[in-house]
């Protein structure tokens, strides 16, 4: 198993930047893919940003992009998003996921961070 803890969430007026971080422990070595999704109330989760663990290759959500930044640092297990820019829209909760070697889906789940931008 691989365990994920969010960190670095709060209030935030519009404009302005926060950096979130996710830290991962356990099975590390099978992480294949870590991913940052959101859930705004009322809606259903969606795809934020992920990065692959041994390329660190990227890709972005359209609603993010040009905005949001995610990257790692494998030594530690640590997966980062430094958001800037930030609109009213992009309030929600922030959870980190894993994609581990094998699966073809995001199997291990953080717990979440709320991220609040106010206008």
């Known amino acids: 198993q691989v365990q994920l803890v969010e960190s670095g969430g709060g209030l935030v007026q519009a404009g302005g930047s926060l950096r979130l971080t996710c830290a991962a422990s356990?099975?590390?070595?099978?992480?294949?893919?870590m991913g940052w999704f959101r859930q705004a109330p009322g809606k259903e989760r969606t795809f934020v940003a992920f990065?692959?663990?041994?390329?660190?290759?990227?890709y972005y959500a359209d609603s993010v992009k040009g905005r949001f930044t995610i990257s790692s640092d494998n030594a530690k297990n640590t997966v980062f998003l430094q958001m800037n820019s930030l609109k009213p829209e992009d309030t929600a909760v922030y959870s980190c996921?894993?994609?581990?070697?094998?699966?073809?889906?995001?199997?291990?789940w953080g717990q979440g961070t709320q991220v609040t931008v106010s206008s």
């Open positions: 990065i692959t663990w041994s390329e660190g290759s990227t």
């Open positions: 356990g099975r590390t070595a099978s992480i294949y893919r």
């Open positions: 996921a894993t994609r581990v070697t094998g699966a073809d889906s995001y199997k291990y």
